[in-house]
């Protein structure tokens, strides 16, 4: 017996799925993550089956016009995670379902490209009488044949544009018997940039040898978990990845790494390729939606059972799933910035539990949440604490910018020690890389001679400057007050300090100007728009033509080029100073990243830090590579304040062009919220963001803080379901959000 009422949810925002009856033409036809075509209001739509039933509580049912061909777009375990997504990040359940499908899958008329084909029949050789008499009655068809001839196989429109030939002309040579002609669907391979050559595993150190049974011993497990490998930089932990893949596909099953975008080079790429061949998918941002829709269809097909991506490969129809890998679990870029805006690694962990499959997180910095969990028993810990090219870790100095700002009498953006450093490297023909973390906040305010910030003294989080109020804000708590004109430090009190914005053009102009003679190239995201600019710069950089390359978090990772023995940072401190109670960790990832770049090869590195804040535990223990310190440091800090990962901490954003129209609707459901919110939730708000106006449009927020987010996101979720914002103003909820932007 076969349903007669499927749920179907639209592409329409409703945040409801709708019942409507299969006819009977349908009848076992309609399943689970089938497109179907309904009728809807006054209109016609497109719709998800997720769920089919026998009857429906609703007596007048509209039927289900058409089922779209092709095979089910998601099943039971996709969709759960799905409706799990959609309730904890508190996003409408169908922005769920088009997080878990690429737009290339889902769209309307997505489907293989299918061309027509001619080949050669084998074993048939018509006489030269033969092909004579076809050249006199057909000379087109007599010119398709001698083309096939050579290439045994071509596509017809090909044939076509060489010898003018026409399709019904080709069937005329498939009735001699000569050839067959077919439709045939035509695979865009994505470009892969060079040969792949197979390559063998290593032998494994020991400490390899030993985190790889960590991850064995999940993988076997009756209720698999998840495993945080803390490895230095270079200490082998995509190599663990590779062989815990291999352990995988030798139980039968398939497995997803998830990499950050930005370190999703081809070199990355080549290293699974060359593992595991034809049998390896990669899902990345440069795709064309042809060849996403192509790769994505190959793993549902369980063709690629390996897929390497960025965030949204997390959800590849891989089946079985054994081994879910997140490399850099600490990365910021794992966190999808609109709705349903989830982080990837949470919800890996999530699928890895749903579908019982183990899940690896890899990082050199783990974030402060993944951490705990292997303090607290969650996550299994395993450790690669040496790099394994047995490269020393380069040697990291900190040059304290104030005492530099003394000796020049002025406060310069490249102190003499970082200069000497450069003229080095110019003179020894080896490379430079100069860093800048531009998300540095340029609001913040910063005394130039003696480094001091403006600190609220509730939260521990830097004061924003609101240029046009000229006030100081914290954005946790609200404290306001007025603008200082002198520095606070009682020793410095200098005039004059609404710091201005340090960018990294102004970084390669500084370094032009005292080496005019050296070659010098700028990576941010200025210089990288179009496809390949940014590998452009990397491969010149990698053969040598260029000396010094000034560039932002883009430089920071994964660069893995010999010849770079110098590593500047100009300013330590930028990211110090955004508003953030995660200020902190980032920069002892960032920095701890960039020193990473140092001395690859042979010749020992250097890295040089410039800042106002010599003795702060990020600066510190970023030079020292010290993650244990920082951790322990950080984490009671963040206990003592009530931060995550002691409490969940989430936001709600209020935008729009009129700013009376966003206090307002923002006080209104603020005060709202209020009434209803049990009282282990802590909401501060509304305020203004720090970045208060982006793009013309304000922007106030409310944030909460709670032991879980149970305690408040069903009930956000529940009372935004039956709010409808004024006109122009939108609302967006951040479910640990990562920063308070
Ligand atoms: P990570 O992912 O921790 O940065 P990788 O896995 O990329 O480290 O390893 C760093 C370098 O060392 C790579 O060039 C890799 O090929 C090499 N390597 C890793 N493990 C081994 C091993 N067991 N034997 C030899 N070389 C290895
Ligand atoms: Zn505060």
């Given at each position: 017996?076969?349903?007669?009422?499927?749920?179907?949810?639209t592409?329409?925002a409703?945040?409801?799925?709708?019942?409507?009856?299969?006819?009977?033409?349908?009848l076992g036809?309609?399943?689970?993550?089938?497109?179907?075509?309904?009728?809807?209001?006054?209109r016609?739509?497109?719709?998800?089956?997720?769920?089919?039933?026998?009857?429906?509580?609703?007596?007048?049912?509209?039927e289900?016009?058409?089922?779209?061909?092709?095979?089910?777009?998601?099943?039971?375990?996709?969709?759960?995670?799905?409706?799990?997504?959609?309730?904890?990040y508190?996003?409408?359940?169908?922005?769920?379902?088009?997080?878990?499908?690429?737009?290339?899958?889902?769209?309307?008329?997505?489907r293989?490209k299918?061309?027509?084909?001619?080949?050669?029949?084998?074993?048939?050789?018509?006489?030269?009488?033969?092909?004579?008499?076809l050249?006199?009655?057909?000379?087109?068809?007599?010119?398709?044949?001698?083309?096939?001839?050579?290439?045994s196989?071509?596509?017809?429109?090909?044939?076509?544009?060489?010898?003018?030939?026409?399709?019904?002309?080709?069937?005329?040579?498939?009735?001699?018997?000569?050839?067959?002609?077919?439709?045939?669907?035509?695979?865009?391979?994505?470009?892969?940039?060079?040969?792949?050559?197979?390559?063998?595993?290593?032998?494994l150190?020991?400490?390899?040898?030993?985190?790889?049974?960590?991850?064995?011993?999940?993988?076997?497990?009756?209720?698999?978990?998840v495993?945080?490998?803390?490895?230095?930089t270079?200490?082998?932990?995509?190599?663990?990845?590779?062989?815990?893949?291999?352990?995988a596909?030798k139980?039968?099953?398939?497995?997803?790494?998830?990499?950050?975008e930005?370190?999703?080079?081809?070199?990355?790429?080549?290293?699974?390729?060359?593992?595991?061949?034809e049998?390896?998918a990669?899902?990345?941002?440069?795709?064309?939606?042809?060849?996403?829709?192509d790769e994505?269809?190959?793993?549902?097909?369980?063709?690629a059972?390996?897929?390497?991506?960025?965030?949204?490969?997390?959800?590849?129809?891989?089946?079985p799933?054994?081994?879910?890998?997140?490399?850099?679990?600490?990365?910021?870029?794992?966190?999808?910035?609109?709705?349903?805006?989830y982080?990837?690694?949470?919800?890996?962990?999530m699928?890895?539990?749903?579908?019982?499959?183990?899940?690896?997180?890899?990082?050199?910095?783990?974030?402060?949440?993944?951490?705990?969990n292997?303090?607290?028993?969650?996550?299994?810990?395993?450790?690669?604490?040496?790099?394994?090219?047995?490269?020393?870790?380069?040697?990291?100095?900190?040059?304290?910018?104030?005492?530099?700002?003394?000796?020049?009498?002025?406060?310069?953006?490249?102190?003499?020690?970082?200069i000497?450093?450069?003229?080095?490297?110019?003179?020894?023909?080896?490379?430079t890389?100069?860093?800048?973390?531009?998300?540095?906040?340029?609001?913040?305010?910063?005394?130039?001679?003696?480094?001091h910030?403006?600190?609220?003294?509730?939260?521990?989080?830097?004061m924003?400057?609101?240029?046009?109020?000229?006030?100081?804000?914290?954005?946790?708590?609200?404290?306001?007050?007025?603008?200082?004109?002198?520095?606070?430090?009682?020793?410095?009190?200098?005039?004059?300090?609404?710091?201005?914005?340090?960018?990294?053009?102004?970084?390669?102009?500084?370094?032009?100007?005292?080496?005019?003679?050296?070659?010098i190239?700028?990576m941010?995201?200025?210089?990288?728009?179009?496809?390949?600019?940014?590998?452009?710069?990397?491969?010149?950089?990698?053969?040598?033509?260029?000396?010094?390359l000034v560039?932002?978090?883009?430089?920071?990772?994964?660069?893995?080029?010999?010849?770079?023995?110098?590593?500047?940072?100009?300013?330590?401190?930028?990211s110090?100073?955004?508003?953030?109670?995660?200020?902190?960790?980032?920069?002892?990832q960032?920095?701890?990243?960039?020193?990473?770049?140092?001395?690859?090869?042979?010749?020992p590195?250097?890295?040089?830090?410039?800042?106002?804040?010599?003795?702060?535990?990020?600066?510190?223990?970023a030079?020292?590579?010290?993650?244990?310190?920082?951790?322990?440091?950080?984490?009671?800090?963040?206990?003592?304040?009530?931060?995550?990962?002691?409490?969940?901490?989430?936001t709600?954003?209020?935008?729009?062009?009129?700013?009376?129209?966003?206090?307002?609707c923002?006080?209104?459901?603020a005060?709202?919220?209020?009434?209803?919110?049990?009282?282990?939730?802590?909401?501060?708000?509304?305020?203004?963001?720090?970045?208060?106006?982006?793009?013309?449009?304000y922007?106030v927020?409310?944030?909460?803080?709670?032991?879980?987010?149970?305690?408040?996101?069903?009930?956000?979720?529940?009372?935004?379901?039956?709010?409808?914002?004024?006109r122009?103003?939108?609302?967006?909820?951040?479910?640990?959000?990562?920063?308070?932007?």
């Amino acid at each position: 017996m076969s349903a007669r009422v499927a749920n179907v949810v639209t592409g329409l925002a409703l945040d409801r799925e709708f019942d409507y009856r299969i006819p009977a033409h349908l009848l076992g036809r309609v399943g689970v993550g089938n497109i179907v075509r309904i009728p809807f209001g006054r209109r016609r739509t497109r719709g998800f089956v997720t769920g089919l039933a026998e009857t429906s509580l609703f007596p007048e049912l509209k039927e289900i016009e058409a089922v779209e061909e092709g095979p089910a777009l998601f099943d039971e375990p996709m969709l759960r995670l799905a409706r799990w997504m959609a309730g904890y990040y508190a996003a409408p359940f169908e922005s769920a379902i088009a997080a878990i499908l690429p737009a290339a899958v889902r769209r309307e008329g997505a489907r293989h490209k299918a061309q027509w084909t001619a080949r050669v029949k084998p074993g048939v050789t018509p006489t030269p009488d033969e092909e004579v008499a076809l050249a006199r009655r057909a000379p087109k068809q007599a010119a398709a044949w001698s083309t096939l001839k050579v290439m045994s196989e071509c596509t017809a429109a090909m044939l076509e544009a060489r010898t003018g030939v026409s399709l019904a002309g080709l069937r005329g040579l498939e009735k001699r018997g000569w050839i067959e002609v077919t439709r045939e669907v035509v695979r865009r391979e994505p470009p892969s940039q060079m040969r792949i050559l197979p390559t063998t595993p290593p032998p494994l150190t020991e400490e390899q040898v030993e985190a790889l049974a960590a991850v064995k011993k999940e993988m076997e497990a009756a209720a698999p978990g998840v495993v945080l490998v803390h490895g230095v930089t270079g200490s082998g932990k995509t190599e663990v990845y590779l062989a815990a893949i291999e352990l995988a596909l030798k139980a039968g099953r398939g497995a997803i790494a998830l990499v950050p975008e930005i370190s999703l080079t081809p070199q990355a790429m080549e290293r699974f390729r060359g593992r595991f061949g034809e049998t390896v998918a990669v899902l990345h941002s440069h795709l064309s939606d042809g060849e996403r829709h192509d790769e994505w269809m190959r793993i549902a097909s369980g063709e690629a059972r390996v897929v390497v991506g960025a965030r949204s490969a997390l959800f590849a129809p891989v089946r079985p799933l054994g081994l879910l890998v997140v490399d850099e679990e600490h990365e910021p870029a794992y966190k999808q910035d609109e709705a349903p805006r989830y982080h990837a690694r949470d919800v890996a962990v999530m699928r890895g539990s749903m579908e019982g499959c183990a899940v690896v997180l890899g990082s050199a910095t783990p974030s402060l949440e993944s951490f705990r969990n292997t303090q607290t028993g969650k996550y299994r810990l395993t450790r690669l604490t040496r790099r394994v090219d047995h490269c020393l870790m380069p040697d990291v100095r900190v040059v304290d910018m104030r005492i530099e700002a003394e000796k020049a009498g002025r406060a310069h953006l490249l102190s003499q020690p970082l200069i000497e450093a450069i003229r080095l490297r110019l003179d020894r023909a080896e490379q430079t890389l100069l860093f800048l973390n531009r998300r540095g906040f340029a609001t913040t305010i910063m005394c130039p001679v003696c480094g001091h910030v403006e600190t609220c003294p509730n939260c521990s989080i830097k004061m924003t400057y609101h240029r046009h109020r000229d006030r100081v804000l914290c954005h946790v708590c609200g404290r306001e007050a007025a603008a200082p004109e002198r520095c606070a430090n009682a020793e410095c009190k200098a005039g004059n300090i609404k710091m201005t914005g340090v960018g990294t053009q102004r970084v390669e102009n500084a370094v032009r100007q005292l080496f005019p003679k050296a070659r010098i190239e700028r990576m941010d995201s200025d210089t990288t728009g179009p496809k390949n600019s940014h590998g452009e710069i990397l491969e010149r950089f990698r053969r040598g033509n260029i000396d010094i390359l000034v560039g932002t978090q883009m430089i920071a990772k994964g660069l893995d080029y010999p010849n770079v023995t110098l590593v500047g940072v100009i300013l330590a401190d930028l990211s110090l100073l955004v508003p953030d109670f995660r200020s902190a960790e980032r920069t002892f990832q960032l920095l701890t990243q960039v020193a990473g770049r140092a001395g690859r090869g042979e010749i020992p590195g250097e890295v040089l830090m410039q800042t106002y804040t010599p003795f702060h535990p990020a600066v510190q223990c970023a030079r020292r590579a010290d993650f244990m310190t920082f951790y322990d440091q950080e984490i009671d800090m963040r206990r003592e304040l009530g931060y995550p990962p002691f409490t969940r901490l989430s936001t709600v954003l209020f935008r729009g062009q009129v700013e009376k129209a966003v206090t307002d609707c923002a006080n209104q459901v603020a005060e709202q919220l209020a009434a209803r919110l049990p009282a282990t939730v802590n909401m501060t708000g509304p305020m203004p963001a720090p970045l208060a106006k982006a793009k013309g449009y304000y922007r106030v927020q409310c944030v909460l803080r709670a032991p879980a987010t149970r305690d408040y996101v069903p009930l956000l979720r529940e009372f935004l379901r039956g709010y409808r914002p004024p006109r122009g103003v939108t609302i967006s909820v951040n479910v640990d959000a990562l920063s308070l932007m």
